[in-house]
């Protein structure tokens, strides 16, 4: 029988590990943290991680965790509406929907955990990659234990500790912005329709939505070429100033009450070789992806069902390590298209956005023709989402 390690769970980690011992595949789950709480991970779902979890026969998973569905998503500048774009865009999609990822993370383990097949190692860091023959063949985990494996997946995120051992490099794409982000308990300025708001003031952005835990998430973008320190900022009057009057208001009463704000240092990049012999890294550890459009889970979503079309049908019965050896760059091929077109694609995004940051002339004309241009600008944006939402290619689960 197979036994596979999977180090990391987050979603792909998670999700894959359940995909393999639903299939009478010996998985052994190895995750550093004690729990799942830490402080950010990524919410929104996508049409196209919807549809994912949907082939995995998990969506129903999404009724038993906290979650919000957004119904719109609003575009403000300088304080007036540029459009709004209600959810879902297509008939017979689902519409993005944010959730608790530390609750879902929380019932795919514990689902796998019904299968007799799944080991499930928590608050354990792997400390090795263990070589055998010129082949990964298991990992030393910090307490001492080793655990041998015919595969080992590295689905440890962006640091990825297993992407380290292995000497897999990763090509970093150059990026323009970090996010800063605030937590807000009272989110009662927000109308009871879930709204993502995005606001373009000046040269300063922010994204603004309820969570699906219910409190106010804000996200304000620290770009490269602003030299402030965001230690020294007084964080609640500066977003007040950047605001429309309504948020403004409710930052300001409720200033003592916003959380220290969490520094995301954004890492986009890919991995030119997601695998050797024994060992394939997936998710995050072979492409980390922009915050833009929430890929990161979406992708990692779909990564795990191509994974586990080429790993089912050699892990089940007895092991050929040739055959596995000559499926893994396999997955890599099918999957990188998609990932280097999704990070185009969040690239232009962000591109478009620095139009407007950089260009005082052009806010102005947008501004003082919003009845014209708004609607031409919706139409715009609503194109440039299609592949964001939907996915770039078709994923298909056939195991």
């Known amino acids: 029988m197979a036994k596979v390690v999977i180090v990391g769970a987050g979603p792909t980690g998670a999700a894959l590990a359940l995909i393999l011992v639903q299939r009478g595949i010996d998985v052994t789950l190895v995750e550093a943290a004690r729990n ?24 129903g998973l999404i009724e038993t965790v906290p979650h919000q569905a957004l119904t719109a998503w609003e575009y403000i500048l300088e304080g007036r509406r540029m459009f709004q774009a209600s959810e879902p865009f297509q008939a017979n999609t689902l519409p993005c929907t944010l959730v608790s990822q530390p609750d879902l993370l929380e019932a795919l383990v514990k689902q796998a955990q019904q299968h007799p097949q799944f080991e499930w190692i928590s608050g354990t860091a792997v400390k090795a990659l263990l070589h055998k023959e010129h082949r990964i063949n298991g990992v030393q985990l910090g307490d001492g234990r080793t655990l041998e494996a015919d595969l080992v997946i590295g689905a440890d995120g962006r640091n990825s500790l297993v992407r380290q051992q292995a ?47 219910g409190s ?11 030299p402030t320190d965001w230690k020294q900022v007084d964080w ?17 009463q409720h200033a003592q009450e916003i959380e220290r704000p969490l520094l995301l240092s954004v890492v986009v990049g890919r991995c030119p070789h997601w695998s050797m012999p024994g060992l394939l890294i997936l998710g995050d550890a072979a492409h980390p992806m922009s915050p833009i459009r929430a890929q990161g889970i979406n992708m990692a979503l779909r990564d795990v069902i191509v994974a586990a ?14 055959r596995l050896a000559q499926a893994l760059p396999t997955i890599q091929a099918e999957r990188e298209p998609e990932i280097i077109e999704a990070q185009t694609l969040q690239n232009e995004e962000l591109a478009q956005g620095d139009r407007l940051r950089h260009s005082p002339l052009l806010r102005g004309i947008v501004k003082a023709t919003l009845p014209f241009s708004g609607p031409i ?7 440039r989402q299609q592949q964001l939402r939907q996915g770039v290619t078709e994923v298909r689960l056939q195991v």
């Not at 402080?39 to 969506?59: I, K, Y």
């Open 236 to 252: 609640p009057p500066k977003i007040a100033a950047a605001s429309p009057p309504w948020l403004a208001q409710h930052l300001l």
């Open 167 to 213: 000497n897999l490099e990763m090509e970093t794409l150059s990026h323009a912005i970090d996010l800063l982000w605030f937590k807000l308990a009272d989110s009662s300025c927000l109308p009871p329709e879930n709204i993502f708001y995005a606001i373009v003031h000046g040269c300063q952005t922010m994204g603004l939505f309820r969570s699906a835990e």
């Open 309 to 322: 079309n080429h790993l089912v049908p050699i892990l089940q019965g007895s092991v050929d390590l040739d």
């Open 36 to 59: 799942f709480r830490r402080t950010f991970r990524g919410e929104g779902l996508m049409p196209s991680g919807l549809d994912a979890l949907e082939q995995m026969g998990l969506l």
């Open 377 to 383: 600008i919706r139409a715009s944006w609503l194109r």
């Open 216 to 226: 106010l998430q804000l996200a304000w973008a620290l770009y490269d070429d602003d």
